[in-house]
């Protein structure tokens, strides 16, 4: 495994961001952490790459963070040495060029002349920046800017990825433009170099089903991980989707039935979350309900579901699933 952590506990204050997580991702894994704003995912990326320190609390047991098998704690550089880390938050010095500022970060990772610049242009070529090679940083696009920072983190060919946010605020082809370069890097289909660990955070559900696992976190606890597929068959048949003409009133209908425990708007349709027992009968019940209420402009069906719906049934509790 690349990373291992075991018991991270992070407090702030009374506030504990990080509640004895445990986490490991392999070589050529994807892994996403999803949850709600204030989860603990971005406080778990800087617990991992060592920008925090964890809290100790004895009950829990000793914190342990390894990456490429080195301890965090104990052997901070040559863990270090095998991060690549892209916070929200990335930095550009905005009067050097595209280049320039590659060649910055490639010899602040300790990168001799000889190695940085033939280093700099293919990793410019693998992102698509190559033909942006003498532009100031400031005048890049915000998926430009988000593709040097990915080129930055990779410059010193580092064994493990951590990604926070990387595509919030972009466009949606640049979103699948990195995503495509994220799961090249952990596939390592140019077979150039060895796979890489990657472990990103996203708001995204369409982005988490890209990945070989999720972990969702709530109050900065993991409470929930697997890959995309087990995770969606939790749901065991327990989605409906519900379309009509007058959706606010539809939408009114499906809450005050009692077997819905949550109603969530998809565009032009809505999903119905329903209790496990009676499920095989429920899709004729609450046909017959709204049709006493509403008459018959409605379509009511069963799906399977997908990762935005374990998302908000995990926010709203359901024990369910887990």
């Known amino acids: 495994m690349q990373i291992v952590a075991h018991h991270l506990n992070k407090a702030f204050s009374d506030n504990l961001a990080v509640d004895d997580l445990n986490l490991q991702v392999a070589a050529g894994e994807v892994y996403g952490l999803v949850g709600p704003d204030g989860a603990g995912k971005t406080s778990t990326l800087r617990l991992i790459c060592g920008a ?104 010193h060919q580092p064994q493990v990825l951590l990604l926070d946010e990387p595509t919030t605020g972009v466009d949606p082809v640049t979103r699948q433009d990195f995503w495509r370069l994220i799961i090249q890097l952990a596939a390592n289909s140019d077979q150039k170099n060895e796979a890489v660990a990657v472990l990103v955070s996203t708001p995204y559900m369409d982005e988490a ?55 969530q708007m998809f565009g032009d349709r809505m999903h119905l979350r329903v209790q496990i027992d009676h499920k095989d009968s429920l899709q004729e019940e609450l046909s017959e309900y709204i049709v006493g209420r509403l008459g018959e402009d409605f379509r009511l069906r069963q799906i399977p579901g997908g990762l935005e719906d374990v998302f908000h049934a995990l926010v709203e509790g359901d024990e369910s699933i887990l």
């Open 52 to 155: 925090f320190q964890p809290t100790l609390i004895e009950a829990v047991g000793k914190p342990e963070i390894r990456i490429c098998g080195f301890d965090v704690s104990s052997q901070t550089e040559q863990a270090r040495s095998r991060i690549g880390y892209l916070a929200q938050r990335f930095s550009l010095y905005e009067e050097l060029t595209v280049l320039e500022n590659l060649r910055f970060f490639a010899e602040v990772r300790g990168l001799a002349a000889r190695e940085w610049r033939p280093r700099c242009i293919d990793i410019l070529n693998f992102v698509g920046l190559d033909q942006f090679i003498d532009r100031r940083a400031g005048n890049l696009s915000g998926g430009m800017r988000q593709k040097l920072g990915l080129a930055a983190a990779l410059v």
């Open 209 to 263: 089903a890209r990945c070989s696992r999720v972990g969702f976190m709530r109050r900065g606890r993991m409470v929930v991980e697997g890959t995309p597929r087990a995770l969606v068959a939790k749901l065991g048949g327990r989605i409906f989707e519900l379309r009509g003409s007058d959706m606010s009133a539809l939408r009114q209908i499906a809450e005050s039935y009692p077997d819905v425990l949550s109603v």
